[in-house]
């Protein structure tokens, strides 16, 4: 049995993370600024994520960014992995189960209110997208091991059937996995941190999960660009749009996958079938306010295909989507902003004022 993965060991994980990170979607800072920008990059959440604050002097700058590391790998280490044994997510799904269901058994235990105020609006998308969005699917996903090194195998269908079997929130066995959400919540918790401190021209990067605080210094709009699904290894960007003081978040099917027998096996799960979602979308890039919303619509709508994700997000207020079809073409919802003229073409590499 053949199986390749695009990445197989940590090297190449880093770096194609590096490369996600760096294209996806791309910022292009602007000229005039008062200070030069102060830029982290940490690898956190299994991916390169980059905090860069604009218009701030140097010293105050690495001060803030020190807090920001610190957060972020609290929220990876402590609080949402489902492997690092510190993590409140790991406790919990490793706990007794006992006899009740896993939402009786949340409520119940000892559980960090942080932990349980993220779980409940995971819970609360998922009723919103029909089970698109699923916070339930740990047996899952542990099974089709995506993230692993090496990836997969692929499962037999027997034991897609029975991990399946526990992946509701009614089963006692059933396992917590936040990753479809919990970027896009610690991007969030790092904004309001950055903007108490007075922040308010900041690019937060959490491998594509872009959050920006406010506009460039000058006032303009950064210019955020969107990864062409079809462009493999190469990540040129399909279009660049003007945002300011907006969560992007991007799902796609190129992001954590492995090849086996020629078949690609992507790391976004339909719920109902218990494999890889195959709804014809490449990718799903969502505008929104909040970054952990956008988080989950991005995974649910990846699942739910171009026609019902539209119809979900025209129906939130401020909410926009692009939806990328397998075969490249573009959705897009009523006010998802136009493509910039003359920066479509630009390489992952550049940023131009
Ligand atoms: P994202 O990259 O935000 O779309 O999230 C993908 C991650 O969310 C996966 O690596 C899994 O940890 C988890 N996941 C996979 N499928 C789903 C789903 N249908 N609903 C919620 N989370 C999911
Ligand atoms: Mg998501």
Redesign the pocket.
Known sequence: MKNVYSASTTVKKLAFCLLTALTLPMILTGCGRREEPVSRTDFCFDTVVSVTLYDIPRKDGERLLDRCTELLTHYDREVFSAHDERAVLWRFNHADPGEGSLTARLRSADVDPEFLALTERAFSWQARTDG????T?GCL?DLWNI?GDPPGPVPTREAVAEALSHSSPEDPDARL?L??IAKGYAADRLKEYLTGEGVTSAVINLGGNVLLIGARPDGSPFRVGIRDPGSGGESSVILTIPLSDQSVVT?GIY??YFEEDGVRYH?????STGYPADSGLSSVTILSADSADG?AL??AC??LGAEKGQALIESLPDTEALFITAEGEQIRTAGFPEDLAGYSALTPSRSRD
């Open positions: 698109a969005f699923s916070p699917l996903i993230g996995d990753g479809g799902s992001e954590r790391h976004i799960l339909d719920p988080d991005s995974t990846l699942v």
